[in-house]
């Protein structure tokens, strides 16, 4: 009997120690027990298991049940780790993997990891391809601009209207603007990995779709600043953003790609990027994700950069070869995780705002594609590709959830707004590729043309590595 009962209390203890394992192990703050550097740890190991294993399974069942590539499934993950799902169901467990103490851990890595894959997407950046479609790129970029905010001007005054959307007391100007950022955002990172999936990344239509998302994101950003200047942050904030931003892009453009070409001749006469030269170019990155990160627009716009000024041919491809395996599977997981966990979908619990979230859907896929699509008719395109710029253009993703997430901690949105605007970023995200491939790619492929145009919902490790010889000796 006395066995039996060492037994069970060892049992008993062994349950306890391993339910004790992802508990806070610190010295205790405030009455409440803190967590230690090495809970940090253990955590961290177990999220990224977690993460990777979702993003795997809910990415296949994407591309095998819903036709769409690898990157849409990995943003439904992240909502699905979130409290929409996974917290609704195991809300006891969801809180004990992903404890609120340790996401500024993931924050890091979400950053550092999609600032690095929009660096890679910045060295397959055609800019001859941009110079002979500068005009339809300004048009394109215009539009993606200037109709979302007329656009968010005639939908605003009614929407402030019903409580708990905007923050009591915010001005109809502030609230316009912030609407029209909102609206004119594109899902800058996901794009990039949409068209690199598709081989799209050093063709004409992908290069214009990106420079002109990434300067609809970069204003966006800059009006982000200006409401929050309004809001109480200060006209400084608006000014480092804006200043600092077009600042450093101007430098990039004009001086930094000179300056970064000993580093491309340094690779040709060694034959490879050596560990020496993959520290220069890290070193580079961070300092430029840095500085975008400290003015108040994004990391990614300093990756994106710098990626775009790097000399092209064997750096290029070195780069890709190395480092693009890493990010894609290993940081970007963060990244959709991380947004995810601040998404509550359950707020839109009404008949009446679930009708205020379709017209929002509405007027924001008017806003972009109908808009894009214009600008780019007029700009001479051909209907095909002016449809196939406007499918891509309309994706919000991930962006989105970045924004209106800066939205909410600020105080200017309450959570049923954000929540109907999650709903509007996953929509429009999700109904990019099919449409896309409604529109452009069936046809290209019986065209054709481009020649490396995928399925519609290629793995991102496929579609998505740029081939070096392709690299090489693009300006």
Known sequence: MGRVTL???????????????????????????????????IHFFLQIAVILLVCRVVGWLAHRFMGQPQVVGEMIAGVVLGPSLFGLVFPEFQAALFPKETRNVLYVGAQFGVGL?????????????????????????????????????AITPFLLDIPGLFTEGLSQGAATLFMGACIA?????????????????????????????????????????????????????ALLAIVGGVGFALFMLFIGRRLLVPLGRAVEARGELTHSLLAVVLMLYAMSAFFMDAVGIHAVFGGFLLGACMPRGLLTAEIRKK?????????????????????????????????????????????????????????????????????????????????????????????????????????TTVMAGP?????????????????????????????????????????
């Open 185 to 237: 955002l594109t899902a800058f990172p996901m794009l990039a990995r949409i068209i690199n999936e598709r081989g799209l990344a050093d063709t004409s239509l992908g290069t214009l779709t990106l420079t002109a998302g990434a300067f609809d994101d970069a204003v966006s950003w800059c009006v982000l600043a200006i409401v929050l200047a309004t809001f109480g942050a200060g006209p400084g904030v």
């Open 7 to 41: 037994v069970s209390n060892l049992i008993d203890d062994l349950l306890r120690s391993i339910g004790d394992v992802i508990g806070a192990h610190g010295p205790a703050v405030n009455a409440a027990q803190s967590y230690s550097p090495s809970d940090y740890s």
């Open 117 to 153: 894959y929009m660096f890679l997407v910045g060295t397959t950046l055609r800019l001859d391809h941009f110079q002979s479609k500068a005009k339809s790129a300004v048009g394109v970029s215009a539009a993606g601009i200037v109709a979302p905010f007329l656009f968010a001007a």
């Open 435 to 475: 449409l896309f491939e409604l529109v452009y790619g069936r046809k290209a492929r019986e065209m054709g043309e481009p020649g490396q145009l995928g399925d519609g919902a290629g793995d991102a490790h496929g579609a998505a590595r740029l081939d070096p010889r392709r690299v090489s000796g693009q300006a």
């Open 323 to 427: 480092i693009e395996p890493m990010t894609v599977v290993f940081l970007l997981p963060m990244f959709f995780t991380y947004s995810g966990l601040n998404t509550q979908l359950t707020t839109v619990n009404s008949l009446s705002l679930l009708a205020i979230a379709v017209g929002i859907l509405l007027v924001s896929i008017a806003a972009k594609f109908g808009a894009c699509w214009l600008a780019a008719r007029l700009a001479g395109e051909d209907n095909r590709t002016a449809m196939g710029i406007g499918a891509l253009m309309n994706a919000r993703g991930l962006m989105e959830l970045i924004i209106i997430n800066i939205g909410l901690q600020k105080g200017i949105i309450g959570p049923t707004l954000f929540a109907i605007m999650v709903l509007m970023a996953i929509v």
